[in-house]
């Protein structure tokens, strides 16, 4: 499966268009990170808690926008954009949600 954020690809030819595909993902960012997050914000740094989570929502939106694609009888997705968001539940509780979304394409090589 070929995956790009360009409209095309080179040395191929878009035989097909197949549908706009997405992938979702929302994780729960656990309460003792958010306190070590705040602190790290406060002297600086980088928060590789929050890091390592935005890396596992985009892997597993990429993952369900591939199986959405694969089910479609693609064999690439051009087009590619990412989202990322947080969204606030609760008091003070967070959440990642990070959406991939493309165009499903059968490829002529």
């Known amino acids: ?9 080179d040395g191929a030819e ?3 268009y197949l549908g706009v595909v997405t992938g979702e993902a ?15 914000d406060i002297v600086g740094g ?4 929050y890091e390592e989570e935005l890396r596992k929502a985009r892997d597993t939106a ?15 997705v051009i087009g590619v954009d990412l989202d ?4 606030q539940v609760g008091r ?4 990642l949600m990070v959406s ?3 165009t499903a394409v059968r490829l002529a090589w």
């Open 1 to 9: 499966m070929v995956i790009t954020t360009t409209p095309n690809i």
């Open 14 to 16: 878009v035989a097909e």
């Open 26 to 40: 929302i994780l729960g960012a656990n309460l003792f990170r958010d306190f070590f997050a705040g602190i790290t």
């Open 46 to 49: 980088r928060s590789a808690a």
């Open 62 to 76: 990429f993952d369900e926008m591939v199986m959405e694609a694969e089910s479609l009888g693609a064999n690439g």
């Open 84 to 87: 990322y968001e947080t969204i």
């Open 92 to 95: 003070g509780g967070n959440m």
């Open 100 to 102: 991939a979304s493309g």
